[in-house]
C-alpha cells in the first residue's frame, strides 16, 4: 500500500500493511493501538475477576487466597467410595465445602444423621438447598454459609473432605486439633500427606482414604517422641 493512501481512495486495497522492519508494519497491537490493547488487556482481566468472584468464588472475600478452593464436584464414583469407608458408622457427619450437596444428601441417605454442609459459595448453596428439597430431605440436611476454617468440628464424628492438596496440611492441624478421637477422616482424591489411612477405596483420581483420629493421634505423638530422642 502506497504511504497516503486511504481507504476508499481510488487504488486502496485492504490488504498486507507491510512486512516486519518496513514502514507501515505496525506488529500485532497496530489495528489497536497501545492505549487500544492496553484497555483490551484490563478488559480481559475485568472480565476473568469478575467471572472469578462472582461465578466461581463469591463469599470468599475474607478467605486467604493460598486457602481458597474452587469447585469441583466429586464424581459419582468418588461419591459411592467415601460413603462406603463410612458405611455403619453413627453420628454427625459434615462435608467440609459442601458444593452443590451431593456428599451431604448421600451421607443423610445413608443413615449417617445429622447430616450437614459447610459452603461459602451462595449458589451452591442454593442448588444444594433445591437437590434436597428434590429429594424431599428438606429440614432433614442442613447447608450452612460458613468458612470451614472457621467452625467448630469437636462434636463431627464423620468428616468428608474433597479439597486441594494445598490445604491439607493446615487442615490436618485443624481436625487433629479438635475432632474427638472416634471421628474418621475421609478424604477423596488427594490423601493426607502425613497421616497413614486406615482404609482404602478406589484407583487414581477416585480414590478415598479413610483416617481414624485415635490411630492417627498415636502416630503422631510417636513420630514426636523419636524426633525428641534423636
Ligand atoms: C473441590 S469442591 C468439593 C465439593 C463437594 N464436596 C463435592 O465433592 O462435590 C470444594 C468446595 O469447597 C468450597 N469451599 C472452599 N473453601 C471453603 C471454605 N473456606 N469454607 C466453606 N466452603 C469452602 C468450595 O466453594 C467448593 O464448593
Same mark, same amino acid.
Given at each position: 500500500? @502506497?504511504?497516503?493512501?486511504?481507504?476508499?481512495?481510488?487504488?486502496? @486495497?485492504?490488504?498486507?500493511?507491510?512486512?516486519?522492519? @518496513?514502514?507501515?508494519?505496525?506488529?500485532?497491537?497496530?489495528?489497536?493501538?497501545?492505549?487500544?490493547?492496553?484497555?483490551?488487556?484490563?478488559?480481559?482481566?475485568?472480565?476473568?475477576?469478575?467471572?472469578?468472584?462472582?461465578?466461581?468464588?463469591?463469599?470468599?472475600?475474607?478467605?486467604?487466597?493460598?486457602?481458597?478452593?474452587?469447585?469441583q464436584p466429586s464424581s459419582p464414583r468418588q461419591v459411592a467410595n467415601a460413603l462406603e469407608l463410612l458405611r455403619?458408622?453413627?453420628?454427625?457427619?459434615?462435608?467440609?465445602?459442601?458444593?452443590?450437596?451431593r456428599l451431604?444428601?448421600e451421607?443423610?441417605?445413608q443413615?449417617?444423621?445429622?447430616?450437614?454442609?459447610? @459452603?461459602?459459595?451462595?449458589?451452591?448453596?442454593?442448588?444444594?438447598?433445591?437437590? !434436597?428439597?428434590?429429594?424431599?430431605?428438606?429440614?432433614?440436611?442442613?447447608?450452612? +454459609? +460458613?468458612?470451614?476454617?472457621?467452625?467448630?468440628?469437636?462434636?463431627?464424628?464423620?468428616?468428608i473432605v474433597f479439597l486441594?492438596p494445598?490445604? +491439607?496440611?493446615?487442615?490436618?492441624? +485443624?481436625?487433629?486439633?479438635?475432632?474427638?478421637?472416634?471421628?474418621r477422616v475421609v478424604s477423596g482424591r488427594f490423601p493426607f500427606?502425613?497421616?497413614?489411612p486406615s482404609s482404602s477405596l478406589g484407583q487414581g483420581l477416585e480414590q478415598c482414604w479413610a483416617y481414624?483420629?485415635?490411630?492417627?493421634?498415636?502416630? !503422631?505423638?510417636?513420630?514426636?517422641?523419636?524426633?525428641?530422642?534423636?
Amino acid at each position: 500500500m @502506497e504511504p497516503g493512501w486511504e481507504p476508499g481512495e481510488p487504488g486502496w @486495497e485492504p490488504g498486507e500493511p507491510g512486512e516486519p522492519g @518496513e514502514p507501515g508494519w505496525g506488529g500485532p497491537g497496530a489495528a489497536l493501538g497501545g492505549r487500544g490493547l492496553l484497555a483490551a488487556a484490563v478488559a480481559s482481566g475485568a472480565a476473568l475477576w469478575a467471572t472469578w468472584a462472582v461465578l466461581l468464588m463469591p463469599g470468599f472475600r475474607r478467605v486467604p487466597l493460598r486457602l481458597q478452593v474452587p469447585y469441583q464436584p466429586s464424581s459419582p464414583r468418588q461419591v459411592a467410595n467415601a460413603l462406603e469407608l463410612l458405611r455403619g458408622r453413627a453420628g454427625k457427619t459434615v462435608d467440609l465445602g459442601s458444593g452443590d450437596g451431593r456428599l451431604v444428601l448421600e451421607a443423610h441417605k445413608q443413615g449417617l444423621r445429622p447430616a450437614l454442609g459447610y @459452603e461459602l459459595n451462595p449458589w451452591l448453596l442454593c442448588l444444594a438447598n433445591y437437590r !434436597a428439597w428434590k429429594a424431599g430431605y428438606h429440614g432433614s440436611v442442613s447447608f450452612l +454459609k +460458613k468458612d470451614l476454617w472457621k467452625v467448630n468440628l469437636s462434636d463431627c464424628h464423620n468428616v468428608i473432605v474433597f479439597l486441594a492438596p494445598s490445604v +491439607k496440611p493446615p487442615l490436618a492441624t +485443624k481436625l487433629l486439633a479438635e475432632l474427638p478421637d472416634d471421628a474418621r477422616v475421609v478424604s477423596g482424591r488427594f490423601p493426607f500427606p502425613c497421616w497413614t489411612p486406615s482404609s482404602s477405596l478406589g484407583q487414581g483420581l477416585e480414590q478415598c482414604w479413610a483416617y481414624d483420629m485415635k490411630e492417627v493421634r498415636r502416630e !503422631a505423638k510417636s513420630r514426636a517422641q523419636e524426633k525428641s530422642q534423636l
